[in-house]
């Protein structure tokens, strides 16, 4: 088969972990008999720097050619970036945010899962850790919040700023869709998350939910409001199969989970839209303090990249083959430095995709 992939190396430690999973496609390539053909682009910081916005058309044409997006990370240090002294529609979030919107993906889906290997790296108590996890935070992504009008107005000297919170019922629905059409290919349960003790938008969620609900007789739904989910996450976060929400509720719950994991560098993540179409990156940020050091775990990008060969491509057995390979590795007991623990073995960034590799 012949992959067409546009890759978003980005800044920070993007551009090391990007190549990193090309190391681990282009194996899996020669194994199965694919042909990839890369396309670069710029966004964010990099393309600032070489453009002065943080997406061209150009960008977004070269990604909408491709079957899917690899990308690595975007953005630096706020405190000491030139980037960050731009105006906030053009810094290197705006870039992110405007690719989202403009390849429609509003379903981003966020795997955190404990693995046996790095229980030890959970912050939670022994006996909840021990449990084990693996959830998938299905996050609605270009509406709500990051998308609805804002401004900031001053007026008799009292400044006043407004972000709006909509959506309607056709964004709710077809994100409801996806999460229960995962859900029905894992343990069959949704627990959607909203705050419609207060919120008018959260009660539409929930009544649109259920309406979806209705057509998936095999999956159970439970609501959950944001607040007590956050709780719940750091309780009982084996009590999670797909949490559904709304896209600042899943930004925040998804940085929740992902910490509880105790491993942000192994968090894979796919954007989508209603075709096969995806953008894949890992859910962490773009480290500028190690960028540049072969310091970076390259696994949250490799299995990004595995969610890429399942998702946009139906290839299992190759995803497959990848999840193997990392498994493999941490069995091993190959590290780097930011899931590192006594009587394992720590490599560099470039050392960890060579060993992947190998084992696909
Ligand atoms: C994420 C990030 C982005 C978001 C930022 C970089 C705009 O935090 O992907 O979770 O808030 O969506
Ligand atoms: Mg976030």
């Not at 935070?137 to 006043?160: A, D, H, P, Q």
């Not at 999956?219 to 944001?226: A, K, P, R």
Request: aromatic fraction near 6%; glycine fraction near 8%; charged fraction near 25%.
């Amino acid at each position: 088969m012949e992959l067409k992939i546009t890759c978003i190396p980005g800044d920070g430690i993007g551009p090391e972990i990007v190549a990193e999973a090309k190391k681990v496609l282009d194996a899996v390539a020669a194994k199965y008999g694919h042909v990839i053909h890369y396309t670069d682009i710029l966004m964010g910081g990099a393309s600032i720097d070489a453009h002065g916005v943080p997406l061209t058309q150009e960008a977004v044409e070269a990604a909408k050619a491709a079957d899917a997006v690899l990308m690595g990370s975007i953005g630096g240090d706020a405190s000491t970036s030139p980037w960050y002294r731009l105006p906030p529609n053009l810094r290197p979030e705006a870039g992110l945010l405007a690719i989202r919107k403009e390849l429609n993906l509003f379903a981003n889906l966020r795997p955190a899962v404990l693995y046996d290997e790095l229980v030890e790296a959970c912050p939670l108590k022994a006996e909840i850790a021990a449990a084990g996890f693996d959830m998938m935070i299905m996050r609605e992504l270009t509406g709500g919040l990051y998308f609805g009008e804002r401004r900031t107005t001053e007026e008799n000297g009292v400044r006043t700023a407004v972000d709006t919170l909509v959506y309607n019922e056709d964004e709710i629905r077809r994100i409801a869709v996806k999460g229960f059409e995962i859900a029905r290919k894992r343990r069959g349960k949704v627990i959607s998350v909203d705050k419609a003790n207060v919120l008018d938008s959260s009660r539409l969620w929930r009544q649109v939910v259920e309406e979806v609900a209705k057509d998936y007789p095999e999956v159970t739904l439970q609501h959950m409001l944001v607040d007590n989910c956050a709780m719940q996450l750091v309780k009982d976060p084996a009590q999670f199969d797909v949490i559904l929400t709304e896209n600042m509720f899943g930004d925040i719950l998804s940085d929740e989970a992902s910490m509880v994991t105790g491993s942000i560098g192994m968090l894979a993540s796919a954007s989508l839209n209603d075709t096969k179409f995806g953008l894949y990156e890992p859910s962490h940020g773009s480290a500028p303090d190690i960028a540049g050091r072969d310091l970076a775990n390259p696994i949250a990008t490799v299995l990004s990249a595995a969610m890429m060969l399942r998702y946009s491509f139906d290839l299992d057995a190759e995803a497959d083959a990848v999840e193997q390979a990392v498994k493999q590795v941490l069995k091993e007991g190959y590290r780097t430095s930011d899931i590192m623990s006594d009587g394992c073995r720590q490599v560099g960034c470039r050392q960890m995709g060579d060993l992947l590799a190998e084992r696909i």
